[in-house]
């Protein structure tokens, strides 16, 4: 086994170095008694002493519950030298808390960090919490790139200034462990968004199907798109696998095959345990077979059964990889695949797309989704709402004249028609930055738990919301779009921030004067003096 570099940064692991491994280390609720020694403390430097580890990956406040946060456990690891990345997650800080957290860790000497929207918070002190989504993690990794330029402010005086820049090395998620092509596609599209907006490594949620592993790789390279994937292993036991098969962790998929072999083996004298390690390291050869540039080890408990498992993935033949790959194959009943299989290695065919979905491409079916009142939304969008195109110049002519004068009552009447005839569509919350356009005229305020406008998250399961309230706001946008042949540039451009300042104003106004995050680039024509004919 090649040990990595000591002092190598993990940039530098990832990008140019040879197969490596890192290990998960999750945060814990309430502090030790003054005489005990943390537990958290005791796994975190039993991992940062093992050569064989390359990182530690600190976790933020996993499963939506409130835990110590992770760069307290970093600064105590520190000193080891060991490689540490910090998860940073959206669900318990808006923009400003992000922002502030990004400065901390940089200020800290914590440049790795893994940008994540975050799981719906499930508990809290007297209750659930109240979850922030004010960013996801799309925007979230859009904001540290910025931080890297170094961003632009203006001072109190109103000259601007440019902050110092930092050095963030930003990994994003993955869901590819979907079932049906109106979830998975969407996953696609999004992680090629977020590697547009920053993200420089990719590490996929959890799920045991090498094949879907593998897609990652295959879609990366279909989409020309270029970044380092940590291959996702958790060690499993029947709890778990259980409740992955239950859908009771958002984005963890154990099929009802492989929870059949879990059964069986956990009747064991030993629990299973023998067989949930042997399928962690075979799962670490496939990925390092594979091309993948690391492998990630989670759901451990002491540090000396991380060694035995990677020692054991490195004890293999070169080659055994390519059986591995086709014995850990455990999907969901009709699961969908964006590329053909290859019969030979039992992977995907990187040179062959799904040849039926190519088909549904060329002939979409009629959604029961594009309801009338979408279609009728369309057409008038397409009327009134495009620069440059039909009315637009009309409407921007007149929003700006309305502002321009004394015409307040006016306003505030076209406002409550919009408000009014929106509700009514789409459930509008009159935030004035709508992105109704950008998610197939679902308001995710309305439609979405995380208000999510940059693509999905990772949480449904079969189309439905991680709440299980409802469908999947983006599977169902999926469905309105493809039906239409739009479903390949549905989550595209930059991420979309949504401005705060405009709620509960005119977002139609905002759209026509430049205001909201489309930022019309057709500035309005100067409008006639309000006591003038036009």
Partial sequence: MIQPQSNATFREMLTSGPFIYGAEL????????????????????????????????????????????????????????KQL??????????????ESAAWRYAAEGFNNILALTGDYPVAGFRG?????????????????????EGIEVTKPNGKKDRLPKTNFFTGCAVAPFKRQEREL?????????????????????????????????????????????????????????????????PGCVV????????????????????????????????????????????????????????????????????????????????????FEQDLATGLGDGAQLNAAYLKSLDHPEKSDEATLAYRFTRMM????????????????????????????RTLKAAHAIEHISKSVMFGCQDCGDCSLPDTGYFCPRASCSKNQRNGPCGGSADGRCELNDKDCMWARAYDRLK?????????????VFPNLALSHTSGWANNFLGRDHHQVAVAPKEPAAPDKPA
């Fill in 26 to 81: 999750v945060t814990t609720r309430g502090i030790p008694e003054p005489d005990q020694r943390p537990k958290l403390v005791e796994l975190g430097e039993g991992l940062a002493a093992d050569s064989r580890i390359a990182w530690v990956s600190i976790t933020d406040n996993p499963g939506g519950n409130p835990m110590i946060p992770a760069d307290w456990i970093a600064n105590v690891l520190k000193p080891r030298g």
């Fill in 85 to 98: 990345v910090i998860h940073l997650t959206c669900k318990d800080l808006n923009r400003n808390g992000l």
């Fill in 128 to 148: 659930p919490a109240q979850p922030v989504f004010d960013l996801d993690a799309t925007s979230l990794i859009s904001m540290l790139r910025a931080m890297n």
């Fill in 185 to 249: 596609m969407p996953q696609y599209f999004k992680l090629a968004r977020k590697i547009q907006c920053g993200a420089e490594w990719v590490i996929p949620q959890l799920g045991y199907d090498m094949r879907k592993f593998h897609e990652i790789k295959l879609f990366l390279d279909w989409a020309h798109l270029s970044a380092p994937i940590v291959g996702n292993v958790y060690v499993l036991n029947k709890v778990v696998a259980r409740m992955f098969n239950q859908n009771k962790i």
């Fill in 255 to 338: 099929s009802d095959a492989l929870y059949a072999q879990v059964e069986k083996y956990a009747a064991g004298v030993d629990k299973g345990k023998a067989f949930f390690n042997e399928l962690a390291a075979k799962q670490l050869a496939v990925f390092k077979g594979m091309g993948f540039a690391a492998g990630y080890l989670g759901g451990i408990h002491k540090a000396e059964s991380f060694a035995q498992i990677i020692d054991l993935a490195e004890s293999f033949a070169p080659d055994d990889w390519k059986q591995f790959a086709k014995e850990i194959q455990f999907p969901k009943e009709d699961e969908f695949y964006l």
């Fill in 381 to 408: 969008h397409g009327l009134a709402f495009k620069p440059g195109e039909k009315l637009f110049p009309v409407v921007q002519q007149t929003y700006a004249r309305l502002e321009s004068g004394h015409f307040a």
């Fill in 483 to 495: 039906s239409y042949g739009e479903s390949r540039h549905m989550i595209e451009g930059p991420a």
